[in-house]
């Protein structure tokens, strides 16, 4: 006899599922095939992290790139929760620990200045993926909260490990890890913004 392996109750309106995130509404029948389709999912977004972390442009006097892997994390963990989002980052920071060329411009290893921005993005990977599975990822307003507290997250591990690994004091590891990407983490807020609510309004239609 089949079992489901996923029962999650519906909200009153729009057809979408309460206390889920966007991952959750991917069909698997059984057990197992959930087990399947989990990995795949944490596959998946270290995949996408690495990849990200490839649109990577130089910062003038700053160790830290302009990367596209931190909005891969915070989306990697709005779309997946908080237990798949931290599965996610964790395998693609070990993998990368371990040699794997997909640390920001195809880099490696543990003797980088920006590894606490790593660390970083599998703890907001986490909070991320708790605040969307109570909804923080359904409303425009509701997105740019979550999306800044993931995006403080970050930079509350990054910054003090920039200043430590490379002998700055904090402010100027404030002025070189955090400042010159403040416009950039606007934009990208924007972009969830509108992504991330429009995904659930295509999938209540859809439900």
Known sequence: MSTAAL????????????GAVLADLLPAATASRAR???AALVLGGAALTGIAAQIAVPVPGSPVPVTGQTFAALLVGASLGASRGALSLA?????GLAGLPWFAGG???AGGATLGYIVGMLLAAT??????????DRGVLRTAATMAAGTAVIYAVGVPYL???TGMSLGQAVAAGLVPFLIGDALKAALAMGALPTAWKLAGRRG
């Open 127 to 136: 909070v991320v993926g708790a605040l969307a599975r109570r909804g923080g």
């Open 7 to 18: 029962s999650l109750p519906h909200a009153a309106h729009g057809g979408t599922p309460t």
């Open 36 to 38: 399947v389709r989990d």
């Open 107 to 109: 880099t490696s290893g």
């Open 163 to 165: 200043a430590l690994s």
């Open 91 to 95: 395998l693609y920071a070990l993998a």
